[in-house]
């Protein structure tokens, strides 16, 4: 994702690499790949057993909480968007059809109604089939 941003730098999709702020993209982009993405696959393993898909389901919920907490002072992860908020809108849509329980997540309510409102996720989702 960052060297993707980094082929347009004038949209901003990443800090400037060297600076702290790409090491806080970095850091963000590495826990929602290992401590949210990775806790989905699971759930998505049709043999799963029922007994250990509250595990899995506890795991996420606990890690969105965090997420929840760090987007009360912002709309964005780092405030500004950057891929860091695409890859975070892409696992957290996953919680919609695992119908796991987020009604007291509200920060990352707003943010998910946030990142469905920009014309270019809508875009991808038309261009995916995907609803929005």
Same mark, same amino acid.
């Given at each position: 994702?960052?060297?993707?941003?980094?082929?347009?730098?004038?949209?901003?999709?990443?800090?400037?690499?060297?600076?702290?702020?790409?090491?806080?993209?970095?850091?963000?982009?590495?826990?929602?790949?290992?401590?949210?993405?990775k806790?989905?696959?699971?759930?998505?393993?049709?043999?799963?057993?029922?007994?250990?898909?509250p595990l899995?389901?506890?795991?996420?919920?606990?890690? +969105?909480?965090? /997420?929840? %907490?760090?987007? &009360?002072?912002?709309?964005?992860?780092?405030?500004?968007?950057?891929?860091? =908020?695409?890859? +975070?809108?892409? /696992?957290a %849509?996953?919680? &919609?059809?695992?119908?796991l329980?987020?009604?007291?997540?509200?920060?990352? =309510?707003?943010f998910?109604a946030?990142?469905?409102?920009?014309?270019a996720?809508?875009?991808?989702?038309?261009?995916?089939?995907?609803?929005?």
């Amino acid at each position: 994702m960052q060297w993707i941003a980094d082929q347009v730098p004038e949209k901003r999709l990443a800090p400037p690499a060297g600076t702290i702020e790409r090491y806080r993209l970095q850091e963000w982009l590495t826990f929602i790949g290992t401590e949210i993405h990775k806790q989905f696959s699971p759930l998505f393993n049709p043999a799963l057993p029922e007994e250990a898909k509250p595990l899995f389901q506890q795991k996420i919920l606990d890690r +969105l909480a965090y /997420v929840d %907490r760090h987007l &009360a002072a912002r709309d964005y992860v780092l405030g500004d968007f950057t891929v860091a =908020d695409g890859y +975070l809108y892409t /696992v957290a %849509r996953w919680i &919609a059809p695992l119908k796991l329980d987020i009604s007291g997540l509200a920060n990352l =309510d707003a943010f998910m109604a946030l990142m469905s409102s920009r014309p270019a996720v809508q875009q991808a989702l038309k261009a995916e089939s995907l609803p929005g």
